[in-house]
């Protein structure tokens, strides 16, 4: 009961939370919150966590009752790492999703079995009816498991997956981590299962080599435990199947563990569905020209489609499954080799089915200008300065690190000065942290999953250096831990607390309407002050009114496409999202600039 008598309102807060936080769900100003702290003799910013008990006194004056929530509120999940396939499917009708089968990838520290592992579980399970059949290597093939289907990918080794994920795909549905049980986990281990989590996609542990002698299974499930894969039998969460790939031992064991995980998954898709997917990998034959592996992810890909593969495009002339055999139709998670297509496209790239080959045209062309205008915009996408930028965009919700130190001895206070930093709004997740130079495989973790490569009191090798130039990746090399702790404090800071400005660029006026067939009303105006710039975003303004806000989707002066226009001269606009122009409309065009409140 509070002083006048009435019941406090009760709340529900976490065991930890912090000022901000707190003032968002009593609805009191932050201001009001630090000082009621600071008469209990507790100095606290808006970004200071309390505890329970100290909250409870915060807010008991505030004529709350507080008790400790029941479950903490879910992560909301990080769209940037959602590929444009699984949003596909997450907008189809449940009604019209079916299950399809898992895709399954195998990651693992060299020598430690990947290949001998993929061979083992292609010779003892090809699909029903292939038994015998000469099978391709086509960077897939399926396996079937009490009348169950598996699609492995079978390019082992983490740069394939890394080249999926670094262009957003990310194909698999499970990884099997492979370890070798006398050697233990080594640094290849660590990274994939790092890359594995920051994909979400759960982890299954092979533990292979269990015929050697020197097999040491104990010390290799503590080894996974002290990685965060703490063993199913040790009431943990992570399967380990203990096996030899070699011997053939455990396979129906490893198969009857993906078919549990894809059980705990929803990996459906609708075979009825727009037809989109992820290249696997390309390659050119002298008698059949590029041979493309795709994976089809949602729909059915069928023989005279036409598709657009990354940067590449073409009518499919013939597919082919694992087999060699021909097929005119794959349905989600089947992979095929197909034949058609006008060059070469990246492993990693997604493809889609369009109505016709102009339609492709037109998509590939809307592609390279869409790249070139983010390649203009921010070159270094990864740099620390801009990581607020996306961070706004909603892309990133945690600042994410590679950190590489010159002894355990310097490694250990970085990591966890910097996990003290991470303990604000924004979270700092450390994908990998470990000592020696940072390498090319660090800037390729750091690349597929927007990070920033820390060094300390360490250099880059050049192969390091050329990567992360070419990808965009920021690597920080410090001598100075304050120094380093600083730079990441005033990041996040950054990323906290942008301030958006609006800069007018410029008016036009719409003078006429023209309609284009396939792409709706096109304006064309008259630029009455300032500049109209093609990478920026418009108003439509009609008497006195804003009516739409949306990009500029093209802007042309003469039929010809043009970065900007200025004033005095007459253009034609079109406008992502809306045609509904009226000759009299006024068209205000500008841009948001972002500025660090450092
Ligand atoms: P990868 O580099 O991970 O693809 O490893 P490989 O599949 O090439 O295997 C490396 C070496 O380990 C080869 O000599 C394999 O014959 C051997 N090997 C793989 N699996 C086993 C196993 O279960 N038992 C034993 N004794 N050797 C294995």
Redesign the pocket.
């Known amino acids: 009961m509070s002083e006048n008598g009435q019941k406090n309102k009760m709340i529900e807060i976490p065991p930890i939370i912090t000022v901000r936080e707190l003032s968002q769900i009593i609805k009191a100003s932050p201001i009001e919150i630090i000082k009621i702290l600071m008469a209990n003799g507790v100095m606290a910013n808006i970004n200071q966590q309390i505890d329970f008990d100290t909250a409870a006194v915060v807010a008991a004056e505030l004529g709350f009752e507080v008790c400790i929530e029941t479950q903490a509120p879910e992560k909301e999940e990080d769209l940037g790492e959602i590929p444009l396939w699984r949003r596909m499917i997450a907008n189809e009708n449940p009604a019209d999703l079916v299950n399809r089968p898992p895709v399954v990838t195998i990651l693992?520290h060299?020598?430690?079995?990947?290949?001998?592992?993929l061979d083992a579980i292609r010779h003892t399970n090809v699909a029903a009816g292939e038994v015998g059949g000469i099978t391709q290597h086509i960077g897939a093939y399926q396996v079937e498991h009490n009348n169950r289907i598996i699609t492995f990918l079978d390019t082992?080794g983490h740069a394939a997956f890394t080249a999926m994920r670094a262009r957003g795909a990310q194909g698999a549905d499970i990884v099997i981590l492979?370890v070798a049980a006398d050697d233990g986990v080594m640094p290849q281990t660590k990274e994939a299962a790092a890359h594995a989590k920051a994909a979400h996609v759960p982890i299954i542990v092979a533990m292979?080599?269990i015929?050697?002698p020197n097999a040491n299974q104990d010390r290799v499930r503590q080894q996974l435990a002290e990685i965060g894969l703490v063993p199913d039998d040790w009431d943990g969460d992570t399967i380990v199947v203990p096996?030899?790939?070699?011997?053939n031992k455990g396979m129906e064991d490893l198969l009857e563990a993906i078919n549990l995980v894809a059980d705990n998954l929803d990996i459906r898709a609708n075979p009825k569905g727009k037809v989109i997917g992820t290249v696997i990998e390309a390659e050119i034959d002298r008698a059949k020209g590029v041979l493309a592996t795709l994976l089809v992810q949602n729909g059915s890909l069928e023989v005279g489609d036409v598709v657009v593969a990354g940067n590449t495009c073409g009518k499919i002339k013939a597919m082919f499954d694992y087999t060699g055999k021909r097929v005119r139709k794959a349905g989600p998670s089947f992979p095929v080799s197909v034949m058609g297509l006008n060059g070469i496209p990246q492993a990693g790239d997604l493809f889609q089915v369009v109505e016709s080959e102009k339609d492709a045209r037109i998509m590939i062309d809307e592609q390279n200008q869409a790249k070139a205008q983010i390649e203009a915009s921010q070159k270094s996408v990864m740099s620390l300065e801009q990581l607020f930028d996306r961070f706004q965009a909603g892309d990133v919700r945690e600042l994410r690190l590679v950190v590489k130190a010159d002894v355990q001895g310097s490694l250990e206070p970085v990591v966890s000065s910097l996990q003290d930093l991470g303990k604000g709004d924004i979270a700092i997740n450390i994908l990998h942290a470990e000592t020696g130079a940072v390498s090319e495989s660090d800037v390729m973790l750091a690349a597929a999953s927007k990070a920033i490569v820390i060094g300390f009191n360490v250099q880059a090798d050049s192969t390091a250096r050329r990567l992360a130039d070419s990808e965009g990746v920021s690597i920080r090399l410090y001598d100075i831990i304050y120094r380093l702790i600083e730079d990441i404090e005033k990041a996040l800071k950054g990323m906290l607390e942008p301030e958006e400005k609006e800069v007018i660029l410029g008016h036009a006026e719409v003078r006429a309407v023209f309609r284009i067939s396939k792409i709706g009303n096109i304006a064309g105006c008259y630029v009455t002050d300032g500049e109209i710039h093609r990478n920026a975003k418009m108003r439509v303004i009609r008497n006195g009114e804003v009516i739409h806000e949306g990009w500029i989707h093209s802007l042309k002066h003469l039929q010809e496409d043009v970065r900007e226009i200025r004033h005095g001269f007459e253009c034609g606009i079109a406008i992502k999202g809306f045609d509904g122009f009226e000759v009299g409309d006024k068209l205000e065009c500008f841009s948001i600039e972002k500025v660090a409140v450092l």
Do not use: Q, R, Y
């Open positions: 693992g060299v020598d430690h079995g990947k290949t001998t592992l082992p492979v292979n080599k015929d050697k096996i030899s790939a070699k011997l």
